[in-house]
């Protein structure tokens, strides 16, 4: 089946760095991702849809400035989380869509990244 | 725009239990609904994908329905065992068939 890997599964930062959150598919490509938002006890929010070769879109509510997307393959999406707060501290996870078998719908997920900023 | 609701929010069971998750979704112009389970501390794993010229789908002991014209969809789960306990969520497009509006989720706990 499809696999998606999140890389790192887990970051501890300090308050006003930046961090930088990976997603791959790892057998097949994926001209569009998705990143995703959890914060404990609640459902997964979508942040933004990441487009491989053009600029990401942000749902609603969501600072681009602050978490920068690029896309730069058909495999790969960074989430860059920039000058991290408190209230960043959260559950991140990607998603792919595998165009190439016949569930062209089915999204898969990666693992997700927990990030702490202390 | 697309909300998506289940209930029960939590449920405790015995093992060897047959039991039912319902998902309420409000846009019914979907091109499918999504079930996921997901551990604690983890990501998603996708349980099911019923599209919507579908009524069901079935893999082992989960069987999961869709009525788009009532918004609903239902998870089976036969027989359930200790190993089924996670949160169970459903997720249904919005705008097109893309992007997820996840539900708040079913917390199942199945003792032995």
């Known amino acids: 089946g499809a696999v998606v890997s999140q890389h790192p599964s887990r970051v501890i930062c300090k308050s006003g760095t930046s961090v930088k959150i990976e997603c791959r598919s790892l057998d097949f490509q994926a001209t569009t991702m998705f990143w995703y938002r959890q914060f404990p006890k609640q459902s997964l929010m979508l942040m933004a849809t990441?487009?491989?070769?053009?600029?990401?879109?942000?749902e609603q509510g969501v600072e681009k400035d602050k978490f920068l997307i690029n896309h730069a393959s058909l495999t790969l999406s960074t989430l860059t989380v920039t000058s991290a707060h408190p209230e960043d501290s959260s559950f991140y996870i990607c998603s792919a869509r595998d165009l190439s078998g016949g569930q062209s719908d089915e999204q898969y997920f990666g693992p997700g990244t927990r990030l702490t900023v202390t | 725009k697309q909300e998506v609701t289940q209930i029960p929010a939590a449920l405790s069971v015995p093992e060897g239990e047959n039991l039912v998750l319902n998902c309420s979704f409000t846009?019914?112009?979907?091109?499918?609904l999504q079930w996921f389970r997901q551990d604690p501390g983890k990501g998603l794993t996708s349980l099911l994908l019923i599209q919507s010229s579908q009524r069901e789908q079935t893999s082992g002991r989960l069987n999961a329905s869709l009525d788009k014209s009532s918004g609903r969809s239902t998870l089976y789960i036969a027989a359930s065992q200790p190993g089924d306990s996670a949160t169970y969520l459903c997720a249904a497009p919005k705008g097109g068939f893309q992007k997820l509006v996840f539900g708040t989720g079913t917390r199942l706990l199945v003792s032995p």
């Open positions: 990441s487009n491989e070769g053009s600029k990401a879109t942000y």
């Open positions: 846009d019914s112009a979907i091109y499918n």
